[in-house]
């Protein structure tokens, strides 16, 4: 290895996927590196670009020089610039799209500056009051500040100059006389300034605990490094055992991150951390300012904390001596990035284990199918907690047929009598109760009962959502909003009909059938502001509410001790998704609402309403067996080649004129199939389920092989030779979550 590099290899952010050879002038040879911040000329003027190599030969022959290195110290780490590389390959993007994914944008960017204040020293405290005689009659000003400062110790100049009314010239005299010093001290913009943990001490585990922890650490101290899926049901004390494995990284001097999908970002699951480590721990969400993510961002990297909590983005923390990954509810959707560079978190979370030789924990109770397959196949261990803390039991299912229950009843209610009476029996107890539906807005249909009008959004394919307390009809695709008709907009007759639940027409039956209970209703129209999702949790919790309505937004990773039945209002909504793994979804999404329930020493109830009270996926919700549902789900992917036993990737193409879309869709369907490797699969072009959103029109082309690699190279090549017209994008999503 020269200790002089000679060549530096460049990408610049104008995603050509190109990389481009630099001479690295002898006077910064010393201090370049692989992940250095340069400044490069380029074309008519300059531009920053990333090394991303060393390379000892270029295949040019004449090389501008670099213009100057940003920063003192690489931005990006040798091992996460090949965690990027591989992201480009894999992900089907550009390089520098996924290194730009690295860091921040505030860092990237060079916008903001560390914030710095000037700190006052004095300088010989035992000759001050002999200095001070003579001061207080020449320079009275002067002596007040040294007086102030013998009281108060170190000062910020802005308070002194504010408290003793002196000048800038004056403490620059004082400076001069070496009465004191002055310090520039970064300043750390605080984002929990105001907030009041209080310190946890490591719990005694139980012997379930205690053995998975074991197997943590006999990886985090073994040559070759694993990915442990931890399944334990809801309650069972898997945080505890985070922490535990974090203290035993921290021991070893070895730093950790913690990811959480966004939505669990909450006080609850964040305080729990900082409780344990205090300020060691760096917490990521999407709330922080620009400045505050530069800061967190520069105490991660100069190894001022050792421990990130953060959602996705949190992956890429620059530390340098990692000892643990951490995945919370490694199951979550959302770890899902939906635009470029369309990455699954928890995947990439693995690559970089591997890269940096590292142990990884993906925690659920509801493992993804992918997950718990790869237990099966050897690639990942499996380690499971069964009994939840304390003997609790998990909470009992009650299925409701709404069939019946319809029958029985005069008219169709939306609450069925079993519900009614296990809320009005938790009300009478003082005990909370938590009703989940999984879609906001009051109707989601508008239906003219003459003319057959059906209120749909001009600009998308999808029917309006009636939201009564706002007397507005919105497009959930695009946030259209139009007022609430009275009259049939087409023939003017008054016979409109509302249907279809969402949340804000549980709340006013909620109302109607218990006046005397406190309701909130959370959706993502209640819970509009940055601090309302806390507040109406800190509520909850405070007991200030009986009854708590909600979509998704409460279905996950909470805490209520006090809550005792959950009600889901109606299962089969989320089994009529179009796509494959809404089956996963719904057995997922029911046991983990029905985990909400039955924490305390109280024990849980959940009813569950369906209209197929004998679907498989109820039923073995019901029964809260994973392996159940497992074994019967991957016989039927393994069968229809779908993930995990094959990958997906999808081609979107989107514009606004429909045949035109259609038309390249065409014709590269023809072009790719022409050449396409033997053992890839790929469908004709198809309209998207949604076929118009925002006005722009979409076709897919869905394609299937279990050697995900060679295609992502294949299509990456293929749409770096095609043209597209304009007007048109293409996008192209590997191991897709959303088919629409
Ligand atoms: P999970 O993440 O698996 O749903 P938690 O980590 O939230 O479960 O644990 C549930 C509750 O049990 C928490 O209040 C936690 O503090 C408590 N707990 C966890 N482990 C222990 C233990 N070993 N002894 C006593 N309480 C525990
Ligand atoms: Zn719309």
């Known amino acids: 290895m020269p200790t002089h590099y000679n060549i530096a290899r460049i990408i610049i952010n104008l995603s050509l996927d ?69 992201m480009a390959d894999y992900y089907c993007c550009t390089r520098e799209q996924a290194i730009t994914a690295l860091l921040p944008a505030a860092v990237r960017g060079r916008l903001i500056k560390e914030k710095k204040r000037k700190i006052i020293h004095l300088k010989n405290e035992d000759d001050i009051p002999i200095i001070l005689q003579t001061l207080s009659k020449k320079a009275p000003k002067q002596a007040d500040a040294l007086k102030f400062l013998m009281q108060n110790g170190q000062c910020s100049l802005t308070d002194v100059v504010k408290k003793c009314k002196i000048s800038y010239t ?48 006999r990886s985090i101290n073994s040559d070759e490094k694993d990915v442990i899926l931890l399944f334990g049901v809801t309650g069972s004390g898997k945080t505890e055992i985070y922490l535990q494995s974090i203290a035993e990284c921290l021991k070893q001097n070895l730093e950790s991150i913690v990811l959480v999908p966004e939505i669990a970002l909450t006080p609850q699951t964040t305080e729990r951390f900082r409780s344990r480590f205090g300020d060691q721990v760096s917490v990521l969400h999407s709330h922080l300012s620009p400045g505050e993510r530069f800061d967190e961002w520069n105490k991660i990297n100069n190894g001022r904390v050792k421990i990130v909590v953060g959602a996705r983005s949190a992956l890429f923390a620059p530390f340098q001596k990692l000892g643990l990954i951490i995945v919370d509810e490694e199951h979550e959707t959302s770890y899902k990035q939906d635009n470029v560079p369309r990455y699954q978190a928890r995947d990439v979370a693995v ?10 924990i993906l925690g659920t109770a509801t493992p993804s199918v992918e997950s718990y397959h790869n237990t099966q196949q050897g690639k990942y261990n499996l380690v499971t907690l069964t009994q939840r803390i304390e003997e609790q039991q998990l909470p009992k299912m009650h299925i409701v047929d709404l069939a019946v229950e319809n029958a029985e009843n005069e008219r169709h209610q939306i609450f069925s009598r079993r519900l009614i009476t296990e809320v009005n029996d938790a009300l009478e107890n003082g005990e909370q109760i938590m009703l989940f539906l999984n879609r906001r807005g009051y109707a989601t249909q508008l239906q003219c009962m003459k003319c057959g009008y059906v209120g749909e959004c001009s600009e998308c394919t999808m029917n309006y959502t009636y939201h009564k307390s706002r007397s507005q009809m919105i497009c959930h695709l695009c946030g259209a909003v139009i007022k609430a008709p009275k009259k049939c907009p087409e023939c003017n007759d008054p016979g409109i009909r509302f249907s279809g639940l969402g949340t804000e027409k549980i709340e006013a039956s909620v109302r109607g059938i218990f ?23 800190t509520s909850f919790r405070a007991g200030e509410i009986d009854i708590l309505i909600g979509t998704q937004m409460i279905a996950k990773g909470l805490h209520f001790p006090n809550v005792t039945v959950v009600g889901i209002i ?68 393994i069968q229809l080649q779908l993930p995990p036993k094959a990958h997906l990737l999808l081609l979107s193409f989107k514009g606004d004129n429909e045949e035109k879309v259609r038309s390249h869709a065409d014709y590269c369907f023809e072009l790719l199939t022409s050449k396409i490797p033997k053992d890839i699969n790929c469908s004709p072009v198809l309209p998207s389920p949604i076929l118009k959103k925002r006005g722009l029109y979409t076709y897919q082309i869905l394609m299937c092989t279990e050697k995900i690699m060679t295609l992502s190279k294949y299509i990456k090549l293929f749409f770096t030779s095609i043209k597209c017209p304009q007007k048109i994008t293409v996008t192209i999503d590997v191991d897709p979550y959303s088919l629409l």
């Open 18 to 86: 190109k990389t481009f050879d630099y001479n690295i002038p002898l006077h910064l040879a010393s201090n370049i590196d692989i992940g250095s911040m340069v400044k490069i000329p380029f074309g008519n003027g300059n531009r920053n670009g990333f090394v991303i190599d060393l390379p000892e030969k270029s295949d040019y022959p004449t090389l501008k020089d670099l213009e100057g290195i940003i920063g003192d110290k690489p931005m990006i780490s040798t091992p996460l610039i090949e965690l990027g590389k591989w």
């Open 170 to 217: 004056a403490i620059a005299s004082m400076e001069a006389k070496s009465y004191i010093s002055i310090e520039d001290v970064i300043e750390e913009r605080d984002p929990f300034a105001n907030d009041h943990i209080i310190p946890t001490s490591p719990l005694k585990l139980n012997t379930e605990q205690s053995n998975a922890l074991s197997e943590v650490i």
């Open 515 to 537: 006046p005397y209970a406190r309701t909130l209703r959370m959706d993502s129209d209640t819970m509009t502001k940055k601090e309302s999702y806390r507040h109406a949790l």
């Open 570 to 637: 109606f299962a089969d909504q989320c089994l009529n998704l179009t796509d494959f793994r809404a089956g996963e979804r719904t057995f997922q999404l029911l046991v983990q609402v029905a985990g909400r329930s039955g924490r305390g020493d109280l024990p849980g109830r959940v009813i569950v309403q369906t209209y197929t009270p004998y679907h498989p996926i109820l039923m073995s919700a019901i029964d809260q067996d994973y392996v159940v549902f497992f074994e019967k789900e991957i016989k039927s992917r």
């Open 351 to 360: 690559m970089r284990g591997k890269i940096e030789n590292v142990t990884v």
